[in-house]
């Protein structure tokens, strides 16, 4: 029981406290052993005044804790181990209010619930949904409701909390207005004979399915710069290439997402540098470290193993013509189709795919390239733009690469995605017009219409975005981490331990940008003490150190990769026209493989100083191996020709 009592430091008279002199708020979500405040506001203008510097003495068990009133106002913070009661007492005032603290525990059923009932029923809105209500109903119930009252305010919540504040997020309504702009622009320039010309200009080169996937693999690798913008052009481009080479959506939808993150995250000029830097730095400044966060990333990728083995391993499959698991079915049965567009396979808007070209519309290439051309180079330009630094590019100690890399570390890059996908939609406004292709009315129908074969992803964008809040809320991520970290462990094994649980968190979450916020200053001090009381030699610290940056960030990507409820998975569902579900389910077994290969053959073996230049090559070959043994080849069937 707590017990409070006014302790006047001055030695002035205090005014009798009266019921309503004090008020305290407690917040609506209290966690089992996360710090919790109490806002104490002294309400009455005299008491305040007298109260002025004064402490608040609050008794909590046998300890005491004072709490200072500034401007009649104090904060308490306590951490609730159990169920409590919390009272106050002085005058005519009395307050006592029971706590009963959410386990920490429950905080891994939301996402855990979501992504079993998507893995199980194949259907993504109602898992995501089901998550939600199950974290909404927990926190009503322990907030005082019995479980029936719980389940309906869980309900309420979901629509007047969750999905609110997911929307009204900068970061999330620009993803929306950008993934809506590029549905448009594909759609008009569908219309417009600019993706038929495509078509037939990639045919001279995708005459076959190893051509076509190896076009995808390298349009992901070439768009390097961002996941996002990466996941929606290559897949709406090369969609309609694949389609004709009768490879499967699942394995356009597979190439897609795995040259996005993979690429953007290593990448020394991407929009992901400056998180990982600013990342990088929050962990650093704990330990007090005098290293450049730049350079500390630098020497982490001779240890990002995963990025650079998936970006190899689908060279393997692609040219070995095979495949194994889940995915193989995908592609035989799509080598069989007669349609890839028939069937249940995709349950993402088909309105895209249905558009079908007029005759008489010639079909010229530059009309779907000079726009894709514009959100790419238009995204750089944007980039540029909105980090520029004088002071940066004044300094002649700088060399070119960082100036380069610290400008779109600063940049804002959802501002340059939307200055670029809004460029593109006028760009091919203006070329279907002045070629006299479609009138303004089709042309405005047809922006339209992209609008609404992108509103079904939006969905699930904001019902993904609301778990991860709920996530966050309930601290997820801290329980998983913290899981983790009860182990006693060698500090050999500190950097695999750290990249299955960033998969983990990123996997429970959806989020690698939210796992690396979160495991960058948890993991990087911890680390850092781990090999210090092992009694460690500062270099091979360091080697660890690096070892354990590179897998906050790889096994962010890989938990990415494989979770359902991960926007740039849904992004790359949405833009290859393939069922979500079906997407994790065949991506699933591929990506585990590599992160296995890394683990083993990679994190481990670096650990223990072995070379980079020996533990890259032989990652390789046992992933050769792997597609050797594994693989079977696809084109044992017959593919019908239309």
């Given at each position: 029981?707590?017990?409070?009592?006014?302790?006047?430091?001055?030695?002035?008279?205090?005014?009798?406290?009266?019921?309503?002199?004090i008020a305290i708020e407690f917040p609506f979500i209290i966690i089992q052993h996360i710090p919790f405040s109490i806002e104490i506001e002294i309400t009455d203008p005299e008491l305040a005044a007298a109260m002025?510097?004064?402490?608040?003495?609050?008794?909590?068990?046998?300890?005491?804790?004072?709490?200072?009133?500034?401007?009649?106002?104090?904060?308490?913070?306590?951490?609730?181990?159990?169920?409590?009661?919390?009272?106050?007492?002085?005058?005519?005032?009395?307050?006592?209010?029971?706590?009963?603290?959410?386990?920490?525990?429950?905080?891994?059923?939301?996402?855990?619930?979501?992504?079993?009932?998507?893995?199980?029923?194949?259907?993504?809105?109602?898992?995501?949904?089901?998550?939600?209500?199950?974290?909404?109903?927990?926190?009503?119930?322990?907030?005082?409701?019995?479980?029936?009252?719980?389940?309906?305010?869980?309900?309420?919540?979901?629509?007047?909390?969750?999905?609110?504040?997911?929307?009204?997020?900068?970061?999330?309504?620009?993803?929306?207005?950008?993934?809506?702009?590029?549905?448009?622009?594909?759609?008009?320039?569908?219309?417009?004979?600019?993706?038929?010309?495509?078509?037939?200009?990639?045919?001279?080169?995708?005459?076959?399915?190893?051509?076509?996937?190896?076009?995808?693999?390298?349009?992901?690798?070439?768009?390097?710069?961002?996941?996002?913008?990466?996941?929606?052009?290559?897949?709406?481009?090369?969609?309609?290439?694949?389609?004709?080479?009768?490879?499967?959506?699942?394995?356009?939808?597979?190439?897609?997402?795995?040259?996005?993150?993979?690429?953007?995250?290593?990448?020394?000029?991407?929009?992901?540098?400056?998180?990982?830097?600013?990342?990088?730095?929050?962990?650093?400044?704990?330990?007090?470290?005098?290293?450049?966060?730049?350079?500390?990333?630098?020497?982490?990728?001779?240890?990002?193993?995963?990025?650079?083995?998936?970006?190899?391993?689908?060279?393997?499959?692609?040219?070995?013509?095979?495949?194994?698991?889940?995915?193989?079915?995908?592609?035989?049965?799509?080598?069989?189709?007669?349609?890839?567009?028939?069937?249940?396979?995709?349950?993402?808007?088909?309105?895209?795919?249905?558009?079908?070209?007029?005759?008489?519309?010639?079909?010229?290439?530059?009309?779907?390239?000079?726009?894709?051309?514009?959100?790419?180079?238009?995204?750089?330009?944007?980039?540029?733009?909105?980090?520029?630094?004088?002071?940066?590019?004044?300094?002649?100690?700088?060399?070119?690469?960082?100036?380069?890399?610290?400008?779109?570390?600063?940049?804002?890059?959802?501002?340059?995605?939307?200055?670029?996908?809004?460029?593109?939609?006028?760009?091919?406004?203006?070329?279907?017009?002045?070629?006299?292709?479609?009138?303004?009315?089709?042309?405005?129908?047809?922006?339209?219409?992209?609008?609404?074969?992108?509103?079904?992803?939006?969905?699930?964008?904001?019902?993904?975005?609301?778990?991860?809040?709920?996530?966050?809320?309930?601290?997820?991520?801290?329980?998983?981490?913290?899981?983790?970290?009860?182990?006693?462990?060698?500090?050999?094994f500190v950097p695999a331990i750290t990249f299955i649980l960033a998969g983990l968190v990123s996997f429970s979450t959806g989020s690698s940008w939210g796992t690396m916020a979160i495991l960058y200053p948890l993991?990087?001090?911890?680390?850092?003490?781990?090999?210090?009381?092992?009694?460690?030699?500062?270099?091979?610290?360091?080697?660890?150190?690096?070892?354990?940056?590179?897998?906050?960030?790889?096994?962010?990507?890989?938990?990415?990769?494989?979770?359902?409820?991960?926007?740039?998975?849904?992004?790359?569902?949405?833009?290859?026209?393939?069922?979500?579900?079906?997407?994790?389910?065949?991506?699933?077994?591929?990506?585990?493989?590599?992160?296995?290969?890394?683990?083993?053959?990679?994190?481990?073996?670096?650990?223990?100083?072995?070379?980079?230049?020996?533990?890259?090559?032989?990652?390789?070959?046992?992933?050769?191996?792997?597609?050797?043994?594994?693989?079977?080849?696809?084109?044992?069937?017959?593919?019908?020709?239309?």
């Amino acid at each position: 029981m707590f017990l409070g009592v006014f302790s006047p430091l001055k030695g002035e008279e205090t005014p009798f406290v009266q019921q309503d002199d004090i008020a305290i708020e407690f917040p609506f979500i209290i966690i089992q052993h996360i710090p919790f405040s109490i806002e104490i506001e002294i309400t009455d203008p005299e008491l305040a005044a007298a109260m002025e510097g004064d402490d608040l003495r609050l008794k909590i068990g046998n300890e005491y804790e004072d709490v200072r009133i500034l401007n009649g106002k104090g904060t308490a913070t306590f951490t609730a181990r159990g169920k409590t009661e919390i009272s106050f007492s002085c005058d005519a005032f009395h307050f006592a209010k029971g706590i009963t603290p959410v386990p920490l525990w429950m905080s891994i059923l939301p996402p855990l619930i979501a992504i079993l009932i998507a893995l199980v029923f194949r259907e993504v809105y109602s898992a995501l949904f089901a998550g939600l209500l199950v974290g909404t109903t927990i926190l009503h119930f322990y907030a005082g409701s019995n479980i029936f009252i719980a389940l309906f305010q869980g309900v309420f919540s979901i629509a007047d909390t969750y999905l609110l504040e997911a929307m009204f997020n900068r970061g999330h309504l620009s993803i929306i207005i950008f993934s809506m702009l590029i549905g448009a622009m594909v759609n008009l320039i569908t219309r417009n004979g600019g993706m038929k010309g495509v078509v037939n200009l990639l045919s001279k080169y995708a005459n076959n399915d190893k051509s076509g996937q190896f076009i995808t693999w390298l349009m992901g690798i070439i768009i390097f710069f961002d996941d996002y913008a990466n996941t929606l052009v290559v897949g709406n481009t090369m969609r309609p290439v694949t389609d004709r080479l009768k490879i499967s959506r699942e394995k356009l939808a597979y190439l897609v997402d795995s040259t996005a993150a993979p690429i953007a995250s290593i990448a020394f000029v991407t929009t992901w540098i400056g998180a990982e830097l600013s990342y990088i730095q929050d962990g650093i400044d704990v330990i007090g470290l005098d290293e450049n966060a730049y350079m500390i990333f630098f020497n982490s990728l001779a240890y990002s193993f995963y990025p650079f083995f998936t970006l190899v391993f689908i060279l393997f499959i692609i040219f070995r013509g095979v495949d194994f698991g889940p995915m193989l079915k995908a592609e035989r049965k799509a080598r069989q189709a007669e349609d890839q567009q028939t069937g249940e396979q995709f349950s993402f808007s088909n309105e895209l795919d249905k558009l079908e070209v007029d005759e008489q519309v010639k079909a010229r290439w530059f009309n779907a390239v000079i726009p894709v051309l514009v959100i790419i180079f238009g995204t750089l330009a944007g980039l540029i733009s909105t980090g520029w630094d004088p002071e940066i590019w004044n300094d002649e100690n700088i060399a070119f690469g960082r100036k380069i890399s610290a400008t779109i570390g600063n940049a804002d890059s959802y501002t340059a995605l939307l200055w670029a996908s809004l460029s593109s939609v006028l760009v091919a406004m203006l070329l279907t017009l002045s070629q006299r292709i479609l009138s303004l009315k089709e042309s405005i129908d047809s922006l339209i219409n992209g609008f609404r074969t992108m509103l079904t992803a939006v969905l699930i964008l904001i019902l993904a975005w609301s778990v991860a809040l709920i996530t966050e809320h309930m601290h997820t991520a801290t329980f998983i981490s913290n899981s983790m970290l009860e182990m006693s462990l060698s500090p050999y094994f500190v950097p695999a331990i750290t990249f299955i649980l960033a998969g983990l968190v990123s996997f429970s979450t959806g989020s690698s940008w939210g796992t690396m916020a979160i495991l960058y200053p948890l993991m990087l001090p911890a680390t850092w003490l781990i090999t210090q009381d092992y009694g460690m030699e500062y270099d091979t610290s360091m080697l660890i150190f690096y070892n354990v940056v590179a897998c906050v960030l790889t096994g962010s990507v890989l938990g990415d990769h494989c979770s359902p409820i991960s926007d740039t998975t849904i992004l790359s569902s949405l833009a290859s026209s393939c069922n979500h579900i079906e997407h994790v389910r065949t991506q699933l077994p591929y990506a585990l493989t590599v992160g296995t290969v890394t683990i083993l053959a990679g994190t481990i073996p670096a650990a223990y100083g072995i070379s980079s230049y020996i533990l890259f090559p032989a990652g390789l070959i046992i992933l050769f191996i792997v597609v050797l043994f594994l693989g079977k080849k696809v084109s044992k069937i017959q593919v019908h020709s239309s």
